[in-house]
């Protein structure tokens, strides 16, 4: 599993320890040639708490052209999250959303000349928005002309809050032990219920 947190309570770090391993070799040489230095990465991230994990990356909280096309040019780093906060609208609003997000950066993509990848960031997959966000990525994509979306990956894991899928069953550490989603205090919240 690579480095695990070592104030992660043991009942955590045990459960990780039973997972495959961790990837053999190191990623970033294989993420540097299959995203080269000129290609673009917007992270659209449907709730603050993704762009506070990451460091020396610019966060939009607008989405206009002006400022797409700013994460567009040279000097903008490679990966740009862009802050939707989607998470707090209704799943149609959410999907609205996603699709013009995806129009719009493919389009001033394309008239700039860079190749873009968007990336779709958030946890909103436990509170209805998916596969609402997701598909309306796709849909984006395909309107502005740009090719089928080659797959679809689901990371259900956040070691820093506590959570993690094993067996296809989401759990949260609570007081040393794992506890399923479903059977917490959250899963009886009648607006974000699991």
């Known amino acids: 599993m ?3 947190d070592p104030n992660a309570p043991r009942i955590y770090t045990e459960a990780l320890a039973v997972l495959p391993a961790a990837w053999p070799t190191p990623l970033r040489q294989a993420n540097a040639e299959q995203f080269p230095s000129d ?3 917007l992270v659209l991230d449907d709730d603050p708490t993704g762009t506070q994990t990451v460091h ?3 966060v939009l ?10 994460a567009f040019t040279a000097d903008a780093p490679a990966v740009t999250y ?5 998470r ?16 719009r950066a493919c ?3 394309r008239q700039m000349g860079v190749d873009v990848t968007l990336i779709s960031r958030g946890d909103s997959t436990l509170r209805g928005h998916y596969p609402a966000e997701t598909d309306a990525l796709r849909a984006g994509l395909a309107a502005a002309g740009t090719p089928d979306v080659d797959g679809l990956l689901l990371c259900p894991f956040f070691e820093a809050g506590g959570r993690l899928t094993i067996d296809d069953v989401h759990y949260v550490v609570q ?17 974000f219920g699991y």
Do not use: C, M, Y
Not at 82 to 86: D, G, I, R
Not at 88 to 103: G, K, V
């Open 2 to 4: 690579g480095k695990l």
């Open 61 to 70: 909280t607008r989405w206009t052209d002006d400022e797409l096309r700013t």
């Open 56 to 58: 020396d990356l610019w």
């Open 175 to 191: 007081h040393d032990q794992l506890v399923p989603v479903g059977q917490t205090p959250f899963a009886e919240d009648a607006t």
């Open 88 to 103: 707090s609208l209704p799943a149609p609003e959410a999907a609205a959303l996603n699709r013009t997000i995806a129009e």
């Open 82 to 86: 862009v802050l939707t906060n989607s």
């Open 107 to 109: 389009r001033l993509a």
């Open 39 to 41: 290609r673009k990465v």
